[in-house]
């Protein structure tokens, strides 16, 4: 059984095996949690995610799917990439949203990872629905059976925590 957990604070700072970044297919960095990531995790997380471009992900990261590095400097021992969809008014792509959270818990499984921390994927810059964003990342990780002990969702800032609080119960 997971056991889901809601700080509100930096994901780079929460002592977890692995903490998912809310990245951009290209994995190159960008903004956000990914630009923190990056800038608190260092140079090594960038190359790792250069050589992932440069052999099994040529195209980049499809929404809904995972891949992993190490956490340079971070707390974590690995960062969990992912893409989220961007969010639309006009076609249904919550099953990508939902992807994103359980393709990340399977490769921390894979990993062997005992804890992930989440952001809330797609709730950003991606403009997905803060409590649609809500209810479907903590509805995919109660449904997961990836077998990881406890996830932590972590948020910026304490309207997020309560909303998430009130996801979670």
């Known amino acids: 059984m997971?056991?889901?957990?809601?700080?509100?604070?930096?994901?780079?700072?929460?002592a977890v095996d692995a903490i998912v970044n809310a990245a951009n297919s290209a994995l190159l960095g960008g903004g956000g949690v990914?630009?923190?990531?990056?800038?608190?995790?260092?140079p090594d997380i960038l190359a790792e995610c250069r050589k992932l471009r440069a052999t099994t992900l040529p195209d980049g990261l499809p929404a809904g799917e995972a891949?992993?590095?190490?956490?340079?400097r971070l707390p974590a021992r690995w960062v969990i990439h992912t893409v989220g969809p961007v969010y639309s008014s006009s076609?249904?792509?919550?099953?990508?949203?939902?992807?994103?959270?359980?393709?990340?818990?399977r490769v921390a499984a894979d990993l062997g990872a005992e804890s992930v921390a989440f952001p809330l994927i797609s709730a950003g810059v991606y403009g997905w629905p803060a409590d649609?964003?809500?209810r479907q990342?903590?509805?995919?990780?109660?449904?997961?059976?990836?077998?990881?002990p406890r996830v932590v969702f972590v948020a910026f800032?304490?309207?997020?925590?309560?909303?998430?609080?009130?996801a979670v119960g």
């Open 2 to 14: 997971t056991t889901i957990e809601v700080v509100q604070g930096d994901i780079t700072t929460v």
């Open 34 to 42: 990914d630009g923190a990531i990056h800038r608190v995790g260092g």
């Open 67 to 72: 891949v992993a590095t190490t956490a340079g």
């Open 137 to 148: 990342a903590v509805s995919a990780v109660r449904r997961s059976d990836s077998g990881v």
């Open 132 to 134: 649609d964003a809500v």
């Open 91 to 105: 076609e249904d792509r919550s099953h990508l949203l939902r992807g994103a959270y359980l393709s990340s818990l």
């Open 157 to 166: 800032d304490a309207q997020m925590a309560e909303r998430l609080r009130a």
